[in-house]
């Protein structure tokens, strides 16, 4: 069975803090790797996509890739309160259009 | 910017009805997903289409069934409706390039009473 796991959280960051949010997967054979925000009773919003070893930034969002450890984070530079919400880490099914989904990481930025 | 669209923002049905969600998008995507999302359960796939007139089940696709006979627009159905399909129903596209994301309509909120 496939998984992608997160944290649930949830996870409480002051505001202009680091939050760092961290996303295990099993699927040795996974090139792409997705970051989605999600605000409550909202859709998945795509903030990042990573498919190289390493970071990959974009303003304040940076994502962090390591295929040997089947591992890849988010940080979220000066945490600010719109930055609350969930966020969900997706990673392709091999050669599949098909993304397997984590459960999500609940962020709170507290003012 | 991709555009999906889904027809309705908050539906309320009677058990035994058979209900129609729709969803259109924009960007002439090969690739088209129905979701259902549940609190504590996470995105589950009910059905996906690779392409006109193909269809693959997902991981949830008792009680449902789709139709695709246009590339832009993917239909769910619930051949009748139950207590337990309340839920929030996500649709997504993505183009045909395995690499690419997957982009997502702004969700129906349905509710079978």
Redesign the interface.
């Known amino acids: 069975q496939k998984e992608v796991e997160q944290n649930s959280g949830p996870l409480s960051v002051p505001e202009g803090a680091i939050a760092s949010l961290n996303c295990t997967y099993s699927d040795r054979g996974s090139?792409?790797f997705?970051w989605y925000r999600q605000y409550s009773?909202?859709?998945?919003?795509?903030i990042m996509?990573i498919?190289s070893n390493g970071d990959k930034e974009d303003g304040r969002f940076t994502a962090q890739l390591n295929k040997a450890s089947q591992y890849v984070s988010l940080l979220i530079r000066d945490s600010q309160p719109s930055d609350s919400a969930t966020y969900?880490c997706?990673v392709?099914e091999g050669?599949?259009?098909?993304?397997i989904?984590?459960?999500?990481t609940k962020l709170i930025i507290k003012p | 910017d991709v555009k999906v669209t889904q027809s309705s923002r908050y539906l309320v049905k009677r058990t035994g009805e058979k209900v129609f969600l729709e969803c259109v998008q924009d960007m002439d995507h090969e690739?088209m997903?129905w979701y259902r999302q549940d609190p504590g359960l996470?995105?589950r796939?009910i059905y996906?289409s690779?392409d006109v007139k193909m269809k693959e089940k997902g991981d949830i696709p008792e009680g449902y069934s789709v139709s695709r006979e246009k590339k832009e627009r993917f239909s769910l159905i619930l051949e009748s409706a139950s207590t337990n399909q309340t839920s929030m129903y996500?649709c997504a596209s993505?183009s045909?390039q395995?690499?690419?994301?997957?982009?997502?309509?702004?969700?129906t909120?349905l509710s079978i009473l």
């Open positions: 090139q792409s997705f009773g909202k859709s998945p919003e795509l996509s498919y969900l997706a392709n050669s599949n259009y098909q993304l989904w984590g459960a999500g | 690739n997903f996470g995105l796939l996906f690779y996500l993505s045909g395995a690499q690419e994301p997957q982009h997502f309509g702004d969700g909120r």
